[in-house]
């Protein structure tokens, strides 16, 4: 299983930006993904994460309403559309998948649930 992010970049404060993560790999169909975040010097913060191949979701507080995490499974892509952007939103992004089963979605935060990372995408927002 090999996530693959894409369309970080700078932009400006309010703007909006798309990210996506396709998945490559075996079949996911028990599989979650998951987009974090980091900055040097802090621990990895949890974004949301969606269930493969469905619309459950689960977003960690502080992102809900100006992220959204959705699938278009027919092309292995996992997005994050990302609204209303803030200086404080800087971070490299990165999405993972999990082998989760029927875990419930208020443990999907744990970075540590997830086997297989991607290589991030920087962010950059300017004010």
């Known amino acids: 299983v090999q996530p693959v992010e894409s369309g970080g970049g700078s932009v400006q404060a309010g703007d909006s930006l798309r990210l996506s993560c396709v998945v490559s790999?075996?079949?996911?169909?028990?599989?979650?993904v998951g987009w974090f975040r980091q900055t040097p010097g802090k621990d990895r913060e949890f974004v949301g994460a969606?269930?493969?191949?469905?619309?459950?979701?689960h977003y960690a507080d502080s992102m809900k309403g100006r992220f959204t995490v959705s699938g278009d499974y027919a092309k292995s892509t996992v997005y994050l559309q990302m609204n209303s952007l803030k200086p404080e939103d800087s971070a490299v992004y990165s999405c993972?998948?999990?082998?989760?089963?029927?875990?419930?979605?208020?443990?999907?935060?744990?970075?540590?649930?997830?086997?297989?990372w991607g290589q991030g995408t920087q962010v950059t927002v300017s004010s």
């Open positions: 993972a998948a999990a082998n989760v089963g029927r875990l419930p979605e208020g443990m999907w935060s744990r970075p540590t649930l997830y086997a297989f």
């Open positions: 790999g075996r079949t996911l169909a028990s599989y979650i």
């Open positions: 969606i269930r493969w191949g469905g619309t459950t979701t």
